[in-house]
C-alpha cells in the first residue's frame, strides 16, 4: 500500500515568490497535518485538516495557508517567501485527529530559497 | 511554548552495544511516540504509547511512557548500523489535537 506521497520533492524558489506543496494521504486516512523541518531541528506544525476543515494551526504567520480536497489530499501554501522559508516540509496523515491514531509521514518537499 | 527536552544530543557507539535515549517535559502528555529519521527521508514510526506506565516493545526496541506522564525513554538492544539515524521523541498535548510536539532529536552513528 501507498504510504504519503508528497510533491514535488525538491523546489527552489526567490524572495517574495510563492509556492504550492502537495501531499496525498494514506488510503483511507482522513486527516493531514504539515509540519515544517528545519535542518538540525525537530518537525514544527504549522497546519491540521480533518474532514476539509482546519482543526489546528501552529505559530505561523499568515503568508502560510493550507486545505483540504474532497478526496482528503491536501495543499500547503506559501506566499512572499523569505530565506528563512528554506526547510523540509513534511506532511503527515492519520485515520481521525486523536491521540490513538498515530500520524505517518512522508519523505517530504525540500524547499530551498535563493 | 511547550517544549521537550530530548537527551542526549548524539550518541556513537560500538555495534552490539545497547542505547538509551530519552524525553521530558514539563508539560503532562496523552501520547508519547518515538521517530527514526534517515536522510532525505521523513520520520518513520517506530513505536507509539497511550497510557501511563504502558512499555512497548517492537522488535529491539523497547519504549515506555512515564508514569508521571511528563517523560518517555527509547532502547535499542545489541545495536547494528542500520540502527544509525536519528531518533525522535514526539508527544500529544491533547486527546483532540494533532499537534505532535517534537524533540530536538538524537543522532546515533553505530561503528561496526
Known amino acids: 500500500d501507498a504510504g504519503v506521497t508528497q510533491s514535488p520533492t525538491h523546489l527552489i524558489k526567490t524572495r517574495g515568490q510563492h509556492v504550492t506543496l502537495r501531499c496525498s494521504p494514506i488510503?483511507?486516512?482522513?486527516?493531514v497535518s504539515w509540519y515544517q523541518q528545519v535542518l538540525g531541528q525537530g518537525p514544527q506544525f504549522i497546519f491540521q485538516?480533518?474532514?476539509?476543515?482546519?482543526?489546528g494551526r501552529g505559530n505561523f504567520p499568515d503568508r502560510f495557508s493550507a486545505r483540504q480536497f474532497p478526496n482528503y489530499s491536501s495543499e500547503l501554501n506559501v506566499n512572499a517567501l523569505l530565506l528563512g522559508d528554506s526547510a523540509l516540509y513534511l506532511c503527515?496523515?492519520?485515520?481521525?485527529?486523536?491521540?490513538?491514531?498515530?500520524?505517518?509521514f512522508g519523505d517530504g518537499t525540500r524547499l530551498s530559497i535563493l | 511554548g511547550q517544549q521537550l527536552n530530548q537527551s542526549p544530543q548524539s550518541m556513537f557507539i560500538q555495534e552490539g552495544e545497547d542505547v538509551s535515549m530519552n524525553c521530558t517535559s514539563s508539560?503532562?502528555?496523552?501520547?508519547w511516540l518515538w521517530y527514526k529519521q534517515e536522510p532525505g527521508e521523513g520520520p518513520v514510526l517506530l513505536i507509539a504509547l497511550y497510557k501511563a506506565g504502558e512499555l512497548t516493545s517492537n522488535g529491539r526496541l523497547t519504549a515506555q511512557f512515564g508514569i508521571t506522564r511528563k517523560d518517555s525513554f527509547l532502547n535499542i538492544s545489541a545495536s547494528i548500523p542500520s540502527d544509525v539515524g536519528i531518533y525522535f521523541c514526539?508527544?500529544?498535548?491533547?486527546?483532540?489535537?494533532?499537534?505532535?510536539?517534537f524533540g530536538q532529536g538524537t543522532t546515533l552513528q553505530v561503528k561496526p
Open positions: 485538516y480533518y474532514e476539509k476543515e482546519e482543526r
Open positions: 503527515a496523515s492519520s485515520l481521525e485527529p486523536v491521540s490513538n491514531q498515530p500520524q505517518h
Open positions: 488510503s483511507g486516512h482522513k486527516s
Open positions: 508539560s503532562i502528555f496523552n501520547t
Open positions: 514526539a508527544g500529544l498535548l491533547r486527546s483532540n489535537t494533532g499537534k505532535l510536539i
